[in-house]
């Protein structure tokens, strides 16, 4: 089975503060995808980044970086120097390839529960 | 702009009442998606459609209908047999390609409360 756990329920920082959100998961599939999504008040699900399992280098994009690590099946994203607008709920997603193999639908995405982030000034 | 719009933002419905949520991007993706999300967790799959004319069942496809009439549309009705309607919706689309690597972009949402 494929599963996607955020361990953290909500995280509460002072702007200017670094933070760290975790993300495991789990796959049989050797050829995955990870995603992170952030979520305003608005409610949108906005796309941050997408990794193939293939690709372990990190990645950084200005204040967002991302740590994947196979050896333990995590995702983690760092926001450095976090602002007020930070604020949200971060989801972590899992796609594996072959997810047909085992009753799952195709292109189907993993959620997991979510971080919500209160960056307070 | 391309992107994906749905509506309405809000809607209330009686119990025993169908209502339709509309979905409609002009991104010229081939699939679409729509997800439930309750508090405090994640988005669950409702339908998904890879073409005009097909559909297929999610994980929670159980009093929700839907239809895939033209490219860019994929409206989702919740019928009177959904339990438990009261939810934030999210549609969602993507180029699928093989492999698994496309990416889903999502709409803002629609909140129906059940009165």
């Known amino acids: 089975a494929q599963k996607v756990t955020q361990a953290q329920t909500e995280i509460s920082v002072v702007e200017k503060e670094d933070v760290t959100l975790d993300c495991v998961y789990e796959?049989?599939?050797?050829?995955?995808?990870l995603f992170w999504y952030k979520q305003p008040p608005s409610g949108e699900l906005v796309f941050l980044i997408r990794?193939?399992?293939?690709?372990?280098q990190n990645e950084i994009s200005g204040r967002y970086s991302w740590n994947f690590q196979k050896s333990t099946s995590s995702f983690n994203f760092t926001i450095t120097a976090s602002q007020v607008v930070d604020s949200a709920v971060y989801f972590c997603?899992?796609?594996?390839?072959?997810?047909?193999?085992?009753?799952?639908?195709?292109?189907?995405?993993?959620f997991g529960t979510g971080t919500l982030l209160a960056v307070q000034p | 702009d391309g992107g994906i719009t749905q509506s309405p933002k809000y809607l209330f419905r009686k119990e025993g009442q169908n209502v339709t949520l509309s979905c409609e991007q002009n991104?010229?993706?081939?699939?679409m998606y729509w997800y439930r999300q309750d508090p405090g967790q994640g988005l669950r799959l409702i339908y998904y459609?890879?073409?005009?004319?097909?559909?297929q069942k999610g994980d929670i496809a159980e009093g929700y209908s839907v239809s895939r009439e033209k490219k860019e549309s994929f409206p989702l009705t919740v019928t009177s047999a959904q339990k438990n309607p009261t939810a934030f919706y999210l549609c969602?689309?993507?180029?699928?390609?093989?492999?698994?690597?496309?990416?889903?972009?999502f709409g803002p949402g629609t909140r129906l409360t059940v009165l």
């Open positions: 459609s890879h073409i005009v004319n097909d559909f």
């Open positions: 991104l010229n993706h081939d699939a």
């Open positions: 969602a689309s993507s180029i699928p390609t093989s492999g698994g690597r496309n990416t889903q972009y």
């Open positions: 796959t049989r599939d050797t050829t995955y995808y």
């Open positions: 990794r193939n399992s293939f690709d372990e």
């Open positions: 997603a899992l796609k594996g390839v072959w997810a047909f193999n085992y009753g799952g639908a195709t292109n189907k995405l993993i």
